[in-house]
């Protein structure tokens, strides 16, 4: 204790040594605490700038680089994939019955290529400096000015729920195990990375595809966020196209199949 003052008026008591007092322990914590992190980022740097070394690949470059190669790694495995049922069609010892219910099945799985009437929807991103536009509604923050991967699976259910018969998001057919999923802003599908805008194709009957879209409460309620802030939304009836087939794996790696 400090003998500066006595409440009871006696004389204090000499304290014997000399105490270090808390705040200049706390003072002495504090220095070696900032020495230690200049030493660990000293460490880390090895005399280099962290912020602007080139030599450190950022996450972005690398992930678009993947992205590609697996873009590359799905063209060659499905030119693959045809030369050998090319091969195998030659004289696999089927029937043409056989035949034709394997052909059923692949178009089922997406595998073949689908022609037909299309339907398509696009999503996109607010303009960043988005306010809102109707009365009642709170400025937009972050969020509300992107799109998100309940937005883009929302328009793959209701075009599922109105009978597509395919679907194609960018440039890439749908499968039964595909996951339509968003990191940040960007959309990851099947091993590959894009960005907004999206495109969503679905072949069908399109009457019942827009049907189908106007229906979703899900979409109704994205529907909110077009009027008031800006996100981008167009569907448009593209005529005939073709999609292509799944060209990726089609082995289970998390599930098995029921037996």
């Not at 043409?96 to 037909?116: F, I, M, P, S, Y």
């Not at 328009?155 to 890439?172: E, F, H, S």
């Not at 979409?219 to 167009?234: F, P, T």
Request: glycine fraction near 8%; charge should be negative.
């Amino acid at each position: 204790m400090s003998n500066s003052a006595n409440p009871q008026g006696m004389e204090s008591t000499p304290v014997r040594g000399r105490r270090f007092r808390p705040v200049r322990l706390l003072t002495v914590a504090v220095f070696a605490l900032a020495g230690l992190i200049f030493f660990t980022s000293f460490n880390t740097a090895k005399g280099t700038n962290i912020r602007t070394d080139a030599s450190l690949l950022k996450l972005s470059d690398l992930i678009l680089e993947r992205s590609h190669k697996n873009g590359q790694l799905d063209e060659s495995n499905g030119a693959l994939r045809d030369d050998v049922e090319a091969l195998a069609e030659r004289d696999d010892g089927s029937t043409r019955a056989e035949d034709e219910k394997l052909a059923a099945l692949e178009k089922k799985a997406g595998t073949q290529k689908l022609e037909g009437e299309a339907v398509s929807v696009t999503l996109n991103d607010a303009p960043p400096d988005a306010t809102a536009k109707l009365p009642g509604y709170p400025e937009p923050q972050p969020d509300y000015l992107v799109i998100h991967q309940q937005d883009l699976q929302a328009v793959v259910n209701a075009l599922w729920q109105g009978g597509a018969q395919g679907i194609k998001v960018m440039d890439q057919r749908l499968i039964s195990t595909s996951a339509v999923r968003c990191v940040g802003n960007t959309l990851i599908l099947q091993g590959r990375v894009y960005s907004p805008p999206y495109k969503i194709t679905a072949v069908g009957d399109p009457e019942k595809l827009r049907q189908s879209l106007a229906a979703s409460k899900a979409i109704q309620n994205y529907m909110v966020y077009v009027n008031v802030y800006g996100l981008g939304w167009k569907v448009e009836d593209d005529g005939t196209v073709t999609l292509p087939g799944y060209s990726g794996t089609v082995d289970l790696q998390y599930a098995k199949p029921v037996e």
